[in-house]
């Protein structure tokens, strides 16, 4: 559990106002009251609309039957959203994966505890597109390495 505990604490030490929802247990919960983060605990996606941060601890189910409400729910928390999965496979490949990478999160993370496996996913608008090694100053910029 350290190191979910630790993964959490990096990825938000820097928000202040944290929404948290769970469906899928109470470990993401004990850890912010264990480490005396403060936190708000929602109990319906449609019901947030304040916040730096939201948490989602959600059931693979939840993720497949509410997948329009999650994409509304980035544009509300642009700064950042984390959807944290706990399923009892190493292989986390399944629909419930390509619809969160579908909606722009990245894969931040994964642990494993007690044959239950973590993967951390997170989207911020901010780092949504990388930019691509060919787009810089140094290729399309200076016209006299157009023929190179």
Do not use: C
Request: charged fraction near 25%.
């Amino acid at each position: 559990m350290r190191d979910l505990n630790n993964i959490l604490l990096g990825i938000i030490k820097e928000h202040k106002d944290v929404n948290l929802f769970e469906d899928n247990g109470d470990e993401i919960s004990d850890i912010l009251k264990k480490n005396k983060f403060k936190f708000n605990y929602i109990k319906f996606l449609s019901k947030v609309n304040r916040g730096d941060m939201l948490i989602l601890y959600i059931k693979d189910s939840s993720i497949i039957n509410n997948y329009d409400e999650l994409g509304k729910l980035l544009l509300t928390f642009e700064k950042g959203v984390i959807i944290i999965r706990k399923i009892s496979s190493q292989n986390y490949i399944t629909d419930s994966h390509n619809l969160i990478m579908s909606l722009g999160f990245m894969m931040h993370s994964q642990i494993s505890n007690d044959n239950l496996f973590y993967f951390f996913y997170v989207y911020n608008i901010g780092t949504y597109k990388k930019t691509p090694d060919w787009l810089n100053n140094e290729n399309w910029a200076n016209p006299e390495l157009w023929e190179k």
